[in-house]
């Protein structure tokens, strides 16, 4: 009997501050894994998370995806949720589906509080800014660099033509579920599920494994 899982490659995008060790990617590779899917999690702290921004995690992501089988399914968590939109535009032929864990929709755009304006020219004057990241658990310095090459994108107005599956926490206080639903709104090829939840989704990870499940195919 044909296995479907001997077709898919799945690659995990962590979020902001976050690492390939993130506890959403080990959740999704363990399962994914023992299904026998190719699953990959880049690390975009790499070479070093001062000089990190969209542009090189869209390279760094290029690459991953022309190192090995084409089509893939992309699941972006909250930064990583906005790397996926972005890329599935980009590189449309080599992305077949999306699955978006609170996606950052309004990242680095007015109505998203990832600094208030005087902290983001205190940081321009700065020119780097501390950050507590989650994947090293202490701060971590950052370049302003990173916010100036993030306005050069809009995840919210992207065109995504793939089938997406959107999970997103009513109780999320870094990303407003209501901007989640107004990108969702008039796109077909976008399920949208809100969940009691937060930014993490972390209780919610059981639901959402089960609907990522069948969206995959792997439900027998």
Not at 55 to 73: E, F
Request: glycine letters at 8%.
């Amino acid at each position: 009997m044909h296995d479907p899982a001997v077709n898919l490659r799945v690659i995990y995008l962590h979020g902001f501050a976050s690492s390939s060790r993130s506890a959403k990617a080990a959740y999704f590779g363990e399962r994914l894994q023992g299904r026998g899917v190719d699953f990959e999690c880049p690390d975009f702290n790499d070479p070093d998370f001062e000089t990190m921004s969209m542009t090189r995690m869209l390279q760094q992501l290029d690459g991953v995806i022309a190192s090995g089988r084409a089509p893939v399914t992309l699941i972006g968590s909250s930064l990583g949720g906005t790397l996926a939109i972005l890329a599935a535009a980009r590189f449309e032929a080599a992305i077949e589906r999306l699955v978006l864990l609170a996606p950052a929709v309004m990242f680095a755009k007015p109505g998203h509080h990832l600094l208030p304006p005087e902290r983001v020219e205190r940081w321009r004057r700065d020119s780097t800014m501390m950050f507590f990241h989650h994947g090293a658990g202490e701060e971590r310095r950052l370049g302003y660099g990173f916010y100036e090459d993030s306005l050069r994108y809009d995840a919210f107005n992207t065109p995504v033509p793939q089938p997406t599956m959107i999970f997103q926490g009513l109780r999320d206080d870094a990303v407003d579920y209501r901007t989640v639903e107004a990108f969702a709104r008039g796109r077909p090829n976008v399920t949208l599920s809100l969940v009691d939840d937060d930014h993490q989704l972390l209780a919610s990870l059981p639901r959402i494994w089960t609907d990522v499940e069948a969206f995959l195919g792997l439900v027998a």
